[in-house]
């Protein structure tokens, strides 16, 4: 037998003993003087024990034990990002592009006021892998934003819905051509958070459910093609604004982004 379990058999006719001295206190107060002097002499030496064994045992097995709910907690978050990469790698956005996707972790941000201009994200990966200015970058759900500026192993991504991005797009069924930006125009609704003002070139349509995706950029430079973008989710009133509005609400929550993709182009 182990000093450990020793240990705890003596603590446990120790407790016992103390038991066994409080029942016999209650039923005949004072009988048990005897017994409970004898319980304390006998406890003092396994009381010291085990304030040693606290002491010594005790740290270890507390640091042991960290040290493996330390381990528990990164392989949980391993097999998260196998998930979402899995899933990812699954998505319509990824069908859609036929491109080569390079994860990557958001491990900072920039709001708008920022003085670097613009509201961004940081991510952990950089030109050592391949990222260039002006990459799309998308996450499960679809558009992201573009990259705007690289170093080596980091890179800052201009987020869909900032003031400086405006994105043509395709929407409705019929593929009817259009823009979406931030920016409501004079004289219609205020937009909610993180709603965008999808403006139709020409006279096209726009009904409440229609999807809607870029339209693309020569060389895929800054977005590429086919890539969800959102839903419109409420047609504007006809204000006399140039071209029928809508709003559309994105398909990605820019304030919760965690993992994301580069869009690798070919020469990348």
Do not use: C, K
């Amino acid at each position: 037998m182990n000093g450990v379990h020793r240990l705890t058999l003596v603590s446990l006719l120790l407790v016992g003993a103390t038991a066994a001295a409080l029942v016999v206190d209650l039923a005949r107060p004072g009988l048990a003087d005897p017994v409970r002097t004898t319980v304390s002499v006998a406890a003092a030496p396994a009381q010291r024990a085990l304030s040693g064994w606290d002491d010594g045992e005790l740290a270890r097995l507390s640091a042991e034990r960290n040290a493996l709910a330390a381990e528990v907690d990164r392989l949980r978050e391993r097999e998260r990002d196998a998930v979402e990469l899995d899933t990812l790698a699954r998505s319509s956005t990824a069908a859609v592009l036929q491109r080569r996707l390079l994860p990557a972790r958001v491990v900072a941000f920039a709001p708008a006021s920022s003085p670097v201009g613009g509201r961004t994200v940081t991510l952990d990966v950089g030109s050592a892998d391949g990222v260039l200015p002006d990459q799309t970058v998308v996450s499960v759900d679809g558009l992201v934003g573009r990259v705007l500026r690289v170093a080596t192993e980091s890179a800052d991504v201009l987020l869909l819905g900032d003031a400086q991005v405006v994105v043509g797009v395709r929407f409705g069924a019929d593929g009817a051509l259009g823009d979406v930006q931030a920016d409501t125009p004079p004289g219609l609704p205020a937009r909610g958070h993180g709603e965008l003002t999808l403006t139709a070139m020409g006279d096209s349509e726009i009904t409440v459910g229609d999807e809607v995706t870029t339209l693309g950029s020569p060389d895929d430079i800054p977005y590429a093609a086919g890539i969800p973008l959102g839903t419109v989710t409420a047609v504007d009133p006809d204000r006399g604004q140039l071209g029928r509005t809508a709003v559309v609400t994105p398909h990605v929550d820019t304030d919760t982004l965690d993992l994301v993709a580069v869009v690798l182009r070919e020469d990348a």
